[in-house]
Structures are given as C-alpha cells and as structure tokens.
C-alpha cells in the first residue's frame, strides 16, 4: 500500500497537497520528518542502530522519520517510536526542541526534533527488524563517543538535544 505524504511550505503550514513517498517535490515543497529521542532518569539515552540494508548502515541514531498523510508531530514521534521499538510513549513527556529545514535534492524536508521521557526496561524493547538491528540505552559519554567515531548519525538539534536532557 502506498504512502502518503502532507506537503508543507517553509512557514510549517500545511498546502493542502499530499504525494507519494518519495515522489520529487516543488520548489519550496517540504515533507515532515520527525526525531524523536528518549530520556531515560538515568540520562542515558535510547538509540537505534539501523539495518545494513538501509541508507546509512549500521550508524546509531535516535528513532524518527516521516510523518504520513494526517499526522501532526507528535502523532508522528508516537507512530515512530511504537514502529521502530515497539513502546508506547507519554505525550505528556515532550519536550519539543526545534524544527529546520533540511534542503535535500527531489526531497526537501521540515525536521521536527522532539524529546520524551522513559524509563522503559530494554527487555520491555521490540525492534522492528526491517529498519533497526540493535537497541541500547546510552549515556552522553557514549554517544559522544559513537559521533566521533563516524558511527552516530547526528542531525539538527543533536547538541541541544544532549544538553536539555534533564526534565
């Protein structure tokens, strides 16, 4: 089945136009992607390690990606983070952090970043093996570490994201 997206202008308002995923868009057309990072009490954080099949193979990175016809942003972080780990997330546990543009070619999008708190067990974690090969909580040191060794994929917001993680 195909999916669908809601096309924004630079302004993250809606058009009124959706396309297919991965369709080429216009110039000043823009998808919604989402990341979604979570906290636990600890300060550690949960991370995923993509699949070898995927763009970008086997880097860590926090849960996210584009949002479908009719989702806001959190509706896209929830969807997310249930698909990708399998938990489900307490809304009233987000922090948003910032949004951006990001102008890739045939594909600009608007990136939302968004923090939760969890303190969810990793036995309570189900992947979806389609996307991710491995979850771990980490700490500051350890993604940072993982970032400096080309094996993090950090985006917009990743600094403010490890600074304001204290709820």
């Known amino acids: 089945m195909a999916e ?3 096309i924004y202008n630079k302004n993250f308002e809606k058009i009124n136009k959706r396309v297919k995923r991965g369709d080429k868009l216009e110039d000043d057309e823009y998808h919604l992607v989402i990341n979604a990072w979570i906290v636990n009490s600890k300060g550690e954080f949960l ?3 993509r ?3 995927k763009p970008h193979p086997l880097m860590w990175e926090c849960t996210g990606g584009s949002a ?6 959190l509706d896209a972080c929830v969807r997310e983070i249930k698909e990708e780990v399998g938990l489900d997330i307490d809304v009233k546990t987000a922090r948003h952090i910032g949004t951006t543009i990001r102008y890739y070619k045939n594909c600009p999008d608007i990136l939302d970043v968004w923090l939760f708190k969890s303190d969810a067990d990793i036995s309570e974690i189900t992947i979806q093996e389609e996307e991710v090969n491995d979850v771990m909580w980490a700490d500051k040191k350890k993604i ?3 970032h400096y060794a080309g ?3 950090a985006n917009a917001f990743f600094g403010d994201v490890i600074s304001k993680s204290e709820f």
Do not use: C, M, R, S
Request: glycine residues 4%; hydrophobic residues 40%; negative net charge.
């Open 68 to 73: 479908i016809e009719g989702d806001n942003p």
């Open 51 to 53: 699949v070898a099949t």
């Open 151 to 153: 094996k993090f994929e």
């Open 4 to 6: 669908y997206w809601d």
């Open 144 to 146: 940072l570490d993982l």
């Open 47 to 49: 991370i995923t390690q």
